[in-house]
């Protein structure tokens, strides 16, 4: 049976090999670098899946990165940069143990400063290709007093793509 073929492009025979095309075709090319920016906390448990399951899908290198906040209203006390930092150690080995099951390479990451600042400065540094974060999900006061997350001033900031996983919303098993 011939079917026509004016003005369709004729079915693909089942041995022909498929071809992609538009954006998923050039998702290899687009995401090489994944920054997921961790804090430690489960909220940022879903981004990290997300961020690995994203890199393995696209053979990208993940970037776990913590900030240690030294901003003027945490102060510069010692023992508070000390537990920050072992904390964050804590965070992206976590990272790094869970990306060995999704088979991703990670690159670890510390920086030291504002949180969003440094996202964006580590995404401009190492021409991340997308950022993968958490965020708390905090509405209406909450939001408020907090003057915005560090997600949302990433998104507001980023010149790459910002993927924002919120943990309420997340439906990977973590």
Same mark, same amino acid.
């Given at each position: 049976?011939?079917?026509?073929?004016? %003005?369709?492009?004729? !079915?693909? /025979?089942l041995n022909e090999p498929r071809r992609l095309t538009g954006f998923r075709a050039t998702m290899d090319a687009v995401f090489s670098?994944?920054?997921?920016?961790?804090?430690g906390t489960p909220s940022s448990d879903c981004a990290?899946?997300? %961020?690995?399951?994203? !890199?393995? /899908?696209?053979?990208?290198?993940?970037?776990?990165?913590?900030?240690v906040e030294t901003s003027s209203s945490m102060g510069h006390v010692d023992f508070v940069v000390e537990r920050q930092e072992a904390t964050g150690e804590d965070a992206v080995e976590a990272v790094e143990r869970r990306a060995e099951a999704f088979g991703v390479a990670v690159v670890k990451a510390f920086r030291y400063g504002v949180p969003h600042e440094q996202i964006l400065d580590?995404?401009?540094?190492?021409?991340?290709?997308?950022?993968?974060?958490g965020t708390h999900g905090r509405s209406g006061l909450g939001r408020f007093v907090k003057a915005g997350s560090v997600a949302e001033r990433v998104v507001r900031a980023a010149d790459v793509p910002v993927m924002v996983a919120r943990r309420d919303a997340c439906r990977l098993p973590i």
């Open positions: 049976m011939n079917e026509p073929t004016v %003005g369709r492009t004729p !079915a693909l /025979e670098r994944i920054l997921i920016p961790t804090d990290v899946e997300n %961020g690995l399951g994203i !890199a393995a /899908e696209y053979g990208a290198t993940a970037h776990a990165l913590y900030v580590y995404a401009d540094d190492y021409d991340i290709d997308l950022v993968v974060m």
